[in-house]
């Protein structure tokens, strides 16, 4: 029997995980290659993923040559076959935000990077979703538009 999900339930929880690997377009001597790296996200009061960067940053030079990037949120941690588990991989564009509710939101989240967070080379970045693909495991996908989802987080 196949557990029935809600995508949009679980594209939640996945994005609420410690953790994401982030992927922006690299140009290296006029050659544009995928560049992934490993960030630490926090999620804004309608549920676009936020990050602090290092202007130092390779993700943060090819931000400022392309602004389309991608986020995975892997849930398949502890599993003997992680193909059978779930991750979301998000599409979007990602730019500086100054807002004090955006770095409140991140600082919530983690209150260690504080310790970073007001090092001159350190921004923080909204990451506006434009679409979702989750895979929610083996043979189970659902592909959603960013304006489909509706990333608030249930009030409690």
Do not use: W
């Amino acid at each position: 029997m196949t557990e029935t999900i809600d995508p949009k339930d679980e594209i939640r929880r996945l994005m609420n995980l410690p953790k994401a690997y982030f992927g922006t377009v690299a140009d290296r001597d006029g050659s544009k290659y995928p560049f992934v790296s490993l960030v630490v996200p926090a999620i804004d009061g309608d549920g676009q993923p936020l990050l602090l960067l290092s202007d130092l940053s390779d993700h943060v030079k090819n931000l400022q040559v392309e602004s389309k990037a991608s986020l995975l949120f892997d849930g398949t941690a502890g599993r003997d076959e992680p193909l059978t588990g779930p991750r979301v991989t998000l599409l979007g564009e990602v730019a500086v935000t100054e807002a004090a509710v955006d770095r409140d939101a991140y600082l919530a989240r983690h209150p260690t990077a504080d310790l970073y967070a007001g090092f001159k080379d350190f921004r923080f970045y909204r990451f506006k979703v434009r679409e979702a693909l989750l895979v929610a495991g083996f043979g189970r996908i659902h592909r959603l538009a960013g304006d489909d989802l509706p990333f608030r987080h249930p009030r409690a």
